[in-house]
Each structure stands twice: as structure tokens, then as C-alpha cells.
């Protein structure tokens, strides 16, 4: 009986160790959950119109190399995240994602790309076993979100959104392409950078034209997160990715608003 304290202790300190060694990348970090307290509100009385926002749910960004047919071995950047509709009605999400970096001369905008091969890499990482059937951005728009009613669990969504530098020398690049490529800022030189979200809402609003241009700018209501990077370029360690609190909802310019599928304004 005397051993017994001692048989505890060291399980205890076997679990420790699986949980700080043993784990999965995918089940050591914290989900973040953005929830709308009113998903949906009257924006126009006169004409019935709607303002609706999906819920986001999502884990800080991470990196991984994957051999991407054509490209050879590239560094992928990739950002889980789930919908949840809690609007009472099915709603499409079209997502429109952009990671911008605000450290550089210039903001780098790099946007979301469909690579089934980095999707198929994450999926091994983040859903082992296929439960949430991880989408990209073409696939989740293809079915609308369902509704997620109150005191029933929520019918999350799950997808993923990768980007990659097209700026990183590669392989195949000839001895004129690397020359260009050199002299451009790169996505693993930044330590500060935002990823936009458009898509969780029908909000949007028009702004006059920026001359030379004559067409109003459409801006829809867009989800802001921020994140800093404490690690050099050569670095792929995702836990020096952190999330920088607060979000924002701002109005921003978007090329993949469709005004005919009824957006509420502003």
C-alpha cells in the first residue's frame, strides 16, 4: 500500500509527458470562437431586408511543407477554421480569404489557393479519421450552411485556407526567374500580419469611384483577425504563430460579391 502514492505520482507525470510530447499539433491548441450575439437584424424595414452573420470558429495559422505537384516542396501556410449559422435559415458561405502582411516596405496581399495535394496534408494532421471532411473554399460554398438551432448542438462546418508564397524560389525557376524573385519581400519575413474573412456576412456598401476609375467600390462586411511571428524565415514552427487580440469587422473592398444573390447594405 505504501507504493501506491508513488504509482499515482508517476502516471501523473506519464500523462504530462504524452500531453507535452505525444499529442497531435491539432489537439494542443485553442480554438477561438467569434460568435454574433444578433445574427440577424432589420436593415431595411420598407423592403424586408435582412443583415445576417455566420459564426467563425478557428485555430491559430499554421505551417507545413507538402510536395505540391508542379511546384516541388513548398511551405504552406493554411488557417482551420468552422461555420456555424445560427441565422434561423440556410446560408451560403462564399468565402474570399487574404493573408496581408503589415511588416514589410510594402502590405504583401497573398490569396487563398485551392492545392488538393497541401489539403490532403493537413487533413492526415487535422482529421485523421475524416469526421469533419475538411473543405476548401470551392467546395464549402457548394451546399448552403444548415442551421444551428438553440439548446442543439451546433452544426459546424469544417474548411481550410491555404496560401502559398509564389514569390519563393523554386526548382524549376530559371537563373532570370530567381534574380526577380530575390528582390521581392517574402511571406516568411513577416511577423505581423492580418487574414481577412468575407464571405460570414451579406453586409455590404458602396463607395463613390477612386479616379481614374468610375465604378463604385463594393465593400462587404469582412471578419479581420491578426497575428504576430515570433521566429526568423527559415522557421517552420507553427507555435510561434499567435493570435493578437481584438477582431474587427471592418468593410472592405471585394471582387467576389454577387449583388443579384440579395446582400443586405450596410
Keep these: 500500500m505504501a507504493s501506491r502514492p508513488y504509482f499515482i505520482l508517476a ?6 509527458a504524452l500531453f507535452a510530447v505525444g499529442l497531435p499539433l491539432s489537439a494542443q491548441s485553442n480554438e477561438r470562437y467569434i460568435k454574433d450575439e444578433n445574427p440577424v437584424v432589420e436593415t431595411d ?4 431586408g435582412k443583415l445576417w452573420v455566420l459564426d467563425f470558429k478557428f485555430k491559430d495559422p499554421r505551417i507545413i511543407k507538402v510536395n505540391i505537384p508542379g511546384k516541388g516542396q513548398r511551405v504552406c501556410w493554411y488557417l482551420w477554421y ?4 445560427r441565422t434561423g435559415e440556410p446560408r451560403t458561405f462564399i468565402p474570399d480569404f487574404e493573408l496581408v502582411t503589415h511588416d514589410g516596405k510594402t502590405p504583401m496581399v497573398y490569396r487563398d489557393q485551392i492545392l488538393p495535394a497541401a489539403q490532403e496534408a ?3 494532421l487535422e482529421d485523421p479519421t475524416g469526421f469533419y471532411q475538411i473543405k476548401n473554399s470551392v467546395t464549402i460554398a457548394k451546399e448552403p450552411i444548415p442551421p444551428s438551432y438553440p439548446n442543439a448542438s451546433p452544426k459546424a462546418v469544417t474548411g481550410v485556407a491555404i496560401w502559398i508564397d509564389p514569390n519563393e524560389v523554386t526548382p524549376t525557376d530559371d537563373e532570370k526567374d530567381k534574380k526577380e524573385k530575390e528582390k521581392i519581400e517574402k511571406l516568411a519575413e513577416s511577423n505581423r500580419f492580418s487574414i481577412f474573412v468575407a464571405g460570414l456576412s451579406n453586409g455590404w456598401s458602396l463607395t463613390d469611384p477612386v479616379p481614374p476609375d468610375t465604378k463604385h467600390v463594393v465593400r462587404r462586411k469582412t471578419l479581420q483577425l491578426s497575428f504576430k511571428r515570433t521566429a526568423d524565415k527559415y522557421s517552420t514552427k507553427s507555435e510561434m504563430i499567435q493570435f493578437v487580440p481584438p477582431v474587427q469587422w471592418v468593410y472592405r473592398a471585394s471582387s467576389t460579391i454577387d449583388l443579384k444573390a440579395g446582400p443586405a447594405k450596410k
Excluded: C, E
Aim: aromatic content about 0%; proline content about 0%.
Design 122 to 124: 493537413i487533413s492526415r
Design 45 to 48: 424595414a420598407a423592403k424586408g
Design 82 to 85: 468552422q461555420v456555424i449559422n
Design 11 to 16: 502516471l501523473l507525470i506519464g500523462v504530462i
